[in-house]
């Protein structure tokens, strides 16, 4: 491989760990409350406010069922808003941010629920404010599941993100795009999918470690 | 200490109203252990959860220490409820959280500093047993165990009462010895009150002071354990007790005696009260002309009196054997005549 050809590669690799990992952060940030709400406030939760939570869930449902690459293009107002451009890697991070929200929502969503509401009528009885059960018992208690749930996360959003550079965000697939594809180089195609399998592979141990470590419910099982 | 007046709950649910509790009142003294039996969906879940307010009554009031906590505002509610601990047939032990961390956990809601939270929860591990398992997670516990966590944790707020939620039946008999035995240690120790409900009678009979059977909704008995296990007065309770005291005869005994009017008496003999520890048998057998085979007999303690039955054939002349029940009820005891079997002449 030619040296200019590598550094074309690296830079798209940098590109795209910076549109997954910053978007990764901020749906982390608004998706995880998010999700939190959508549990607290159903009924007969901690924080009963049906309405609020029909009319939540119902944007989240809105938001996942449109297709990314429609996405993409629809909110470019909103992109130039915020980042000044619609064109560019961090351009790209609203849409991605966008998209990933609503998806860790309802994926920290599913683990919140998990947790034993014996854990939470025992903080009730202790006296324990809606707040402390969220922070102290509600969160803690599905930090694995939520782990697990970013993991998967971040692997979408690669995915998804060569979609995003091909409208000029730039990264691995917009970079496999243009010269496996339109110039007719499959070698560059080939490495862009080797490096995104590894990428893959690599979040995914990294995410089933942590989930791992954090799992206190499965350790040294002794009789009862 | 704990009153609860005229307390009623119903529930909506999908096939309209289900009223849960009717009408119920109770009065728990400070410092007793006080039991709540009923069988499944008598309540008595409900009920309990009535005293800290995790279900609220429909109607009615429920007093601590004096105060109507159906009236506070839930603020004051929130402190009130750090005054009442509680533990779970499941023992809800937060899993992320190491036993010592478990039982900080009361003391981190209500603000304690860090140094306060390690001078209260070291002693209560001491208390509970647990000091070498201090950095273990609730998944490395037996059942025991984690109730002994959920019981330091319920106590680390010095709470006036523990409210106890089926803690036992999820254990098995040797476990749920140890923790009644635990429980009746800090009862004694620390004069905390405790209601405790369960269907199992062996819980109520070993460490409780008096009782409430709970059926249907409604407090169909309520007295001291003893009072109430050797008199039921209603069916529930009778067969409550027979879990406990078997006093069905054998059914070989019940075909000798069926139509049989004539032939040796067979006699129970009832012991209660100050004379169940004299010697009657023995005694009688010296008294009278008679002799005594023994054909059934249960002894049991109900909080450390006993309480027992013995079936026996009385041989010997008719008039003799008068003289012997007459000398039993003379001491107090209880006499019944259950038939008769051929004699062996």
Request: glycine share 10%; aromatic share 4%.
């Amino acid at each position: 491989m030619s040296p200019v050809m590598f550094d074309l590669l690296l830079d798209a690799l940098w590109e795209t760990l910076t549109m997954v990992g910053v978007s990764t952060v901020l749906s982390a940030l608004l998706g995880i409350p998010l999700g939190v709400m959508l549990v607290v406030t159903d009924r007969g939760h901690i924080l009963e406010r049906p309405l609020l939570n029909r009319v939540v869930g119902a944007i989240v449902n809105a938001a996942r069922s449109t297709p990314f690459i429609i996405l993409l293009v629809a909110i470019i107002p909103l992109t130039r808003l915020i980042v000044g451009t619609s064109i560019g890697t961090a351009a790209a991070i609203v849409p991605l941010t966008i998209a990933a929200i609503p998806f860790v929502a309802r994926l920290a969503e599913a683990s919140l629920r998990e947790v034993d509401p014996g854990l939470i009528e025992a903080a009730q009885a202790m006296g324990a404010t809606p707040k402390q059960i969220i922070l102290k018992v509600l969160v803690p208690e599905s930090w694995p599941g939520i782990i697990a749930g970013m993991t998967i996360t971040v692997v979408s959003l690669i995915s998804y993100s060569a979609m995003a550079g091909a409208v000029g965000g730039g990264g691995l697939g917009d970079l496999g795009i243009r010269y496996g594809y339109q110039r007719f180089q499959p070698e560059v195609m080939a490495v862009v999918v080797v490096i995104l399998i590894v990428l893959v592979q690599g979040f995914q141990s990294l995410g089933d470690i942590l989930a791992r470590r954090l799992n206190k419910r499965q350790i040294g099982k002794s009789g009862p | 200490m704990i009153e609860i007046q005229d307390v009623s709950k119903r529930f909506r649910g999908s096939a309209g109203e289900t009223e849960v509790l009717k009408g119920v009142s109770l009065s728990i003294r400070a410092g007793e252990i006080f039991g709540i039996i009923g069988r499944s969906g008598a309540g008595k879940s409900t009920l309990v959860r009535c005293i800290n307010l995790l279900e609220r009554p429909t109607s009615g009031k429920v007093l601590v220490n004096g105060r109507d906590i159906t009236g506070l505002s839930v603020t004051e509610l929130r402190k009130a409820r750090q005054g009442i601990g509680m533990i779970f047939q499941l023992f809800n032990l937060l899993s992320s959280r190491t036993v010592f961390e478990n039982v900080a956990f009361p003391l981190e809601l209500a603000g304690y500093s860090k140094a306060d939270i390690k001078a209260t929860v070291e002693p209560l591990l001491d208390l509970v047993g647990l000091a070498d398992k201090r950095d273990a997670y609730p998944a490395q516990l037996s059942g025991g165990q984690k109730q002994r966590v959920g019981i330091a944790r319920a106590l680390a707020s010095k709470p006036s009462v523990l409210l106890c939620d089926e803690a036992t039946s999820a254990l098995d008999p040797e476990t749920t010895k140890s923790i009644l035995a635990l429980l009746q240690d800090i009862n004694a120790k620390l004069g905390l009150t405790i209601v405790l409900i369960t269907h199992e009678m062996q819980v109520i009979k070993e460490i409780c002071h008096r009782v409430a059977v709970l059926d249907q909704g409604r407090v169909v008995e309520q007295g001291p354990v003893f009072d109430i296990f050797t008199a039921p007065r209603t069916e529930i309770t009778r067969s409550f007790v027979r879990d406990l005291v078997d006093r069905e005869l054998p059914a070989g005994l019940q075909a000798r005696m069926s139509a049989q009017t004539d032939g040796n008496p067979v006699l129970r003999i009832i012991f209660t009260g100050p004379s169940a520890n004299s010697p009657v048998i023995s005694d009688v057998v010296r008294r009278f002309a008679v002799s005594m085979n023994i054909l059934q007999a249960h002894v049991d303690y109900i909080q450390g009196a006993p309480y027992g039955n013995i079936v026996v054939e009385a041989q010997g002349a008719e008039a003799d054997i008068q003289a012997v029940t007459d000398y039993i009820r003379g001491i107090d005891l209880r006499v019944e005549v259950l038939g008769h079997v051929p004699g062996h002449v």
